[in-house]
């Protein structure tokens, strides 16, 4: 039998969460240098769309699971009160990364410096919200597709490359170039997307739910999602090309970024990394509407 209880809302939540996530913990790599030589466009665009996507994306995820919060808010304050369930650490997880990336986002703004303790907490937060994208449906051990600890690993993936794009987009839009370095990196998490992906459908294809799940979302009614969205935007284009700039020779900036040759070249660049947004999109919808329970 199919999942029906959760929808698009938390597709939406489950992407946002890690897109946010994913840029913040981008922009802290970049911001330390670990990027190679960026131009501050790209953390500081990271920086603001980090709480701006959560906030919305949690929002999203309360509206879904408890409605009735709107009319009554003690509904969110008994998110808090149980410690030891996913609800609550998840709870506690979007609370304080929100609230630290709020408080990054003020010191970048006032001083364009940012306090080293501040950031690595936020990037620690960043890694507990992106894998709890995961958990989340993780903990449901009656849908195989779920209760895979691949999951939640390649959520993680997907929240860093999407953060990533949406940061990298940003920057390209403004008239910057990207480092090789960060070409590099986008194209290593590609291709452990790819890996984890695979892993994923293998891990689960014993049960006769998880082959369900399997055949619904390669050949079923979510097959041109998977096969296009996913496949073809996700994963093809940005890998190839990630490559090219890491396998032609090409010129570099005196800031060590790439110098892309021409407005046609920025224009593919900038499609590639909207391309892993959608791939990034239709990977969790895939994921939420095929899932099925144990028969």
Known sequence: MVQTTWGWLIVIYLFLGGLGAGAFLCSALAYKGFL???????????????PVAVIIGTALLLFDLAPS?????????????????MMSIGTYLL???IVVSVLVLLQIKKSGKICDMMLTLGAILA???MGYTGLL????KAIPLWASVWLPILFTISAISTGLSANAAATLN???????CAHKFHVALVALEIVAVLALFASVRSEAAGMASVTKIVSGSLAPMFWIGFVVFGLALPLLGGS???LRSCSVNTDGSVCAHGGEEVKSCVYNEYGVLIGGFCLRA????????IF
């Open 36 to 50: 190679g030589s960026l131009n501050e466009r790209f953390y500081k665009f990271g920086f603001l769309l980090a």
């Open 69 to 85: 919060a709107a009319i009554n808010p003690l509904k969110i304050l008994q998110l808090y009160t149980r410690p030891v369930s």
């Open 95 to 97: 609370t304080f990364f």
């Open 127 to 129: 890694l507990g919200v």
């Open 137 to 140: 449906l993780y903990v449901v």
């Open 174 to 180: 403004a008239g910057h170039g990207l480092s090789r």
């Open 244 to 246: 090219k700039f890491m």
């Open 286 to 293: 895939f994921i939420v509407l095929g899932a099925v329970y």
